[in-house]
């Protein structure tokens, strides 16, 4: 019949004016025509082959972990930002809380190690002393706290989507990276109200807080996965960070552990870290370069041991959590 | 090109034996042989590029394993996968947001935990809210969302993915009838632009409509895998033959009335029977006594469950008088307009409105392609052209 003839070049032209030009005027609703571009990748880009096997324990899951992170990188970025906006919302000091808990802990210690006992600080003031050591401690322990529930608190994700599940506790620690950023500011402005110099050493600090976060990641992600299968991590983990924190010259210098504890008292990384900040920060020298690069190749073990263990753990994290 | 591919794929699920509880310490000790649970034994297929596969069999059967071993949420025990391609899993569409972020917020989470980057979401950003329609609440958190919204953004989110294989797990459950309409058209529109999907449905008739090919799964194994109408129909026998009531039942023998059997059968043809042909069912009863004011009912289901028709001996003119004994309801049919495919059948006898024996699936009635139809009925039509002096040459020009 000629009107269904007519109808079908009506069609016929139409559809090859959606291929040709690309002008999706005709239905805003649709997402932008898939074909064209669809069609062109298929045929320039070879596309990337995923061969999936049961889990092992091998440290070359490290590398292709970190090339899937890499892809994912904006995931990582995104979760992290609403981490932070997350926290804050609906909360009437926001951003503020950053800075509160810092300062409150600082009050505080202030009061006991000032009033009721009395701790060598080397001339330093009290406040400025106790928060250059609160500053790096608060960011390590905070990101383990956190991540460690980071799993296990939407399960409903891990079952139901995939993606390099280690994002959700590294996102956790850049979230306390940025609180850290914001305690600085206040580091900066209490060393400037006590009259502390700020020098060129303070540079120092930048290598031992990446150090530090290497073990806070290595750390949290050990933990956060053993927390899926042995809820028991997380009900140790708030004692167990409240033990380390008197073990770690934090509330003290380590110039008041007698000299014969000091060796132990160095075999925990944290405790040379937080002091080489604190010595690089708020007294203006050199740190203990021998005990920092001995933290760093730490690191560079535990790292990529705890980040294959958390990939070997992550193939089954969906069927126990 | 082959895009996915299972070879010889195992899947072991530990059942713990005492609940929820992990192991405990001292659990080794006093250890007992813990439960184990196979939901795959073995299972090898692949799909080539373009190709729409549905993957049917019952709850259990595997279908969700697959799904997870293929998204990556889940290693398998033994074998394996190898995935050529961006792939996107459409699982729950809305299991990634955030209760307290905005629409905006969680577009941006949910579309890179999709695996989308940042740059191609800012870019399709626009058509994704208005795909959503939740207009202005876009600026709301999402928690104050009504669930109808919260879906639609979830899909409209996953819509605009740009996969090689997308994979889909009874997302067409969730939605209003103009929701599943639309899922199903832009699914039916990648399906077009050439794009390997997986379709994980009980949904058989969405499946029928989707997939070039299926894959039935029993107990963790392949038990099928061909045509989507073979595979459906063996699907359905199966589940019928799990179903189907038994004919001679204890609480039978008190019911003054009960159905036997029922047999279709095509008069005159030894093809079966065949959309638009005739066909006999004949309905056996006994009864052990008389049972006024009867209906029969053979009742004819849809593989969606829906009724599709029903023979009944109900009419204005009152009911029928069953004496003792027993005794063949025969219905003719003389032309059946039903398209081929396999049915479900529910016998019935009612006695003044109300059920004397009630046999739910019970049986199935196949039939076979006969007349050209499409859809689901054949309309019995004759045609000509009323306009045209020539109609027979038109005729032939427009066909």
């Known amino acids: 019949m000629p009107l269904a003839n007519g109808d079908k070049d009506v069609a016929t032209i139409q559809t090859r004016a959606a291929v040709t030009a690309d002008s999706p005027t005709s239905e805003p609703v649709e997402p932008p025509s898939l074909d064209q571009p669809y069609v062109a990748a298929s045929q320039d880009m070879p596309r990337p082959v995923k061969i999936i096997r049961p889990p092992s324990f091998s440290i070359r899951t490290v590398f292709t972990g970190l090339r899937t992170l890499v892809q994912y990188s904006d995931l990582l970025y995104t979760l992290s930002m609403f981490r932070l906006s997350v926290r804050y919302k609906q909360s009437a000091l926001g951003w503020t809380w950053a800075a509160l808990q810092p300062i409150a802990l600082m009050g505080i210690y202030t009061m006991i190690f000032t009033r009721v006992a009395h701790v060598s600080t080397s001339g330093v003031p009290y406040p400025v002393f106790v928060f250059s050591g609160l500053l790096p401690w608060i960011f390590f322990s905070s990101t383990i706290s956190n991540a460690v529930h980071g799993l296990v608190m939407y399960p409903n994700l891990l079952t139901k989507m995939y993606f390099p599940r280690e994002i959700i506790p590294l996102s956790y620690m850049v979230a306390s990276l940025t609180d850290f950023c914001i305690a600085s500011v206040i580091m900066a402005g209490l060393m400037l109200h006590y009259n502390v110099p700020l020098t060129w050493h303070a540079l120092y600090a930048v290598p031992i807080v990446v150090v530090l976060a290497g073990f806070a990641a290595a750390i949290a992600l050990f933990f956060s996965a053993l927390q899926v299968r042995f809820r028991d991590v997380g009900l140790a983990m708030p004692f167990l960070l409240q033990v380390w924190m008197f073990t770690v010259p934090v509330v003290y210098s380590l110039q008041s552990v007698p000299l014969k504890y000091r060796g132990l008292y160095l075999l925990d990384p944290i405790s040379g870290l937080i002091e080489g900040f604190r010595v690089s920060v708020i007294n203006g020298a050199t740190p203990d370069l021998g005990s920092i690069a001995l933290c760093s190749l730490l690191v560079l073990l535990s790292a990529p041991l705890a980040y294959a263990y958390f990939k070997s753990s992550e193939a089954t994290m969906a069927d126990v959590i | ?399």
């Open chain 2, 1 to 399: 090109m082959i895009d996915l591919q299972f070879s010889h794929v195992s899947k072991k699920y530990r059942l713990p034996t005492d609940g929820d509880r992990p192991k405990r310490w001292y659990s080794r000790a006093l250890r007992r042989k813990s439960g184990q649970m196979w939901a795959l034994k073995n299972v090898s297929f692949s799909v080539n590029e373009g190709e729409a596969l549905g993957i049917v069999g019952h709850n259990g059967a595997g279908k969700t394993t697959i799904m997870k071993l293929i998204s990556g949420i889940t290693t398998p025990t033994s074998g394996e996968i190898s995935i050529r391609g961006r792939l996107a899993a459409l699982v729950e569409v809305s299991s990634g947001f955030h209760p307290e972020l905005t629409g905006i917020e969680n577009i941006y989470l949910h579309g890179a935990m999709l695996g989308m980057r940042r740059s191609e979401i800012r870019k399709k950003i626009e058509s994704i809210i208005e795909f959503s329609g939740v207009g202005r609440y876009i600026e709301v958190p999402v928690k104050r969302y009504s669930s109808g919204m919260y879906v639609r953004l979830g899909f409209a989110i996953a819509a605009h993915l740009d996969p090689d294989i997308l994979l889909l797990d009874e997302v067409l459950a969730v939605g209003d009838a103009a929701f599943q309409a639309k899922c199903l058209e832009r699914i039916g529109e990648l399906r077009k632009s050439g794009r390997t999907i997986v379709f994980i449905s009980h949904d058989l008739a969405a499946v029928y409509r989707l997939c070039d090919r299926a894959i039935l799964l029993s107990h963790g194994a392949v038990l099928s895998d061909g045509a989507p109408r073979q595979v459906i129909d063996e699907y359905q026998q199966m589940t019928f033959a799990g179903q189907g009531d038994s004919a001679d039942d204890e609480t039978d023998s008190n019911k003054p009335a009960r159905c036997t059997g029922i047999d279709f059968s095509a008069p005159e043809s030894a093809l079966g029977i065949r959309t638009g042909y005739p066909m006999v069912a004949r309905l056996s009863y006994t009864a052990s006594q008389p049972v006024p004011d009867a209906v029969f009912r053979v009742s004819i289901y849809w593989p969606s469950g829906y009724l599709c028709s029903q023979l009944t001996t109900e009419s204005t003119k009152g009911g029928y008088q069953i004496e003792p004994g027993s005794g063949v309801i025969e219905f003719q049919c003389p032309d059946l307009p039903v398209v081929a495919g396999l049915y479900r059948v529910d016998l019935a006898i009612e006695s003044k409105g109300l059920e004397v024996d009630f046999r739910q699936r019970c049986a199935t009635l196949r039939v076979e392609p006969g007349k050209i139809a499409y859809g689901d009925f054949l309309i019995e039509n004759t045609w000509k052209n009323t306009e045209s002096r020539d109609a027979i040459r038109e005729n032939s020009v427009s066909g």
